[in-house]
């Protein structure tokens, strides 16, 4: 079946202007995850969804950044007023079951670079 | 901060020979899991240890968790140049969801 699919794969933005980013998950799972990532660097937790409700936004970096899952499928990430710091992979993981600890299935990501 | 913290950064070995990296974690934990990264598939999920296995095996990968230390170790045998990759684990248990900094492998023909 299909995995988990990200558009778009790369994001050239100016300063200052906002993005969104979409994910797919795989069809009927329950969980999902944003990650950030910065080269070299292990993926950075963002937020949590479990179906529609997002359980955890903890690691959002400022208020900049939303994350919305509303039909408890697609899920898109919005940056506001990018900055440079924001360059990074955005990866997004879905998983079969609800909780934190189940094995996570990730799309390939979004490579965002603010110029 | 990270949960999980990957032990050796990089590690360079010949193929055919076995490659071991370490994981260390802070919080208690039901399950410890790794996964790998390459270029080519992204993040891809290896392997599964619960809180209550010490070992287990999957194909050429070994897995072993120490609760009582908060480690883990994954040991690949007979290595292979499409073992080349990063390689991290993973805790969700705690208040942070991380992964750790990664071991990054390469093996050489």
């Known amino acids: 079946g299909a995995g988990v699919s990200q558009s778009p794969r790369y994001k050239v933005a100016k300063r200052g202007q906002d993005v969104a980013l979409r994910c797919d998950p795989i069809?009927?799972?329950?969980?999902l995850f944003w990650y950030q990532q910065a080269l070299g660097q292990g993926p950075e937790f963002l937020t949590y969804?479990?179906?529609?409700?997002?359980?955890?936004k903890s690691g959002l970096p400022s208020d900049r950044f939303f994350a919305e899952r509303p039909e408890g499928s697609v899920s898109t990430l919005k940056i506001q007023r990018t900055q440079q710091e924001d360059s990074a992979v955005y990866l997004c993981?879905?998983?079969?079951?609800?909780?934190?600890?189940?094995?996570?299935?990730f799309g390939p990501g979004t490579r965002l670079l603010v110029l | 901060s990270q949960q999980g913290e990957e032990d050796p950064q990089a590690l360079s070995i010949q193929e055919g020979e076995n490659a071991t990296m370490n994981c260390s974690y802070k919080?208690?934990?039901?399950?410890l899991q790794w996964y790998r990264q390459n270029s080519g598939r992204g993040l891809v999920h290896l392997i599964l240890?619960?809180?209550?296995?010490r070992e287990k095996h999957s194909g050429r990968l070994r897995v072993t968790l120490d609760t009582s230390k908060k480690s883990s170790s994954l040991l690949i045998t007979a290595s292979r140049a499409a073992d080349t990759a990063s390689y991290f684990c993973?805790?969700?248990?705690?208040?942070?969801?991380?992964f750790g900094t990664g071991t990054q492998l390469k093996v050489e023909l």
């Open positions: 919080t208690s934990i039901n399950n």
């Open positions: 993981a879905s998983s079969l079951a609800p909780g934190r600890e189940e094995t996570q299935y």
């Open positions: 993973y805790t969700g248990g705690g208040n942070k969801l991380t």
């Open positions: 069809s009927g799972h329950v969980s």
């Open positions: 240890i619960r809180s209550n296995e």
């Open positions: 969804f479990q179906n529609e409700a997002q359980l955890d």
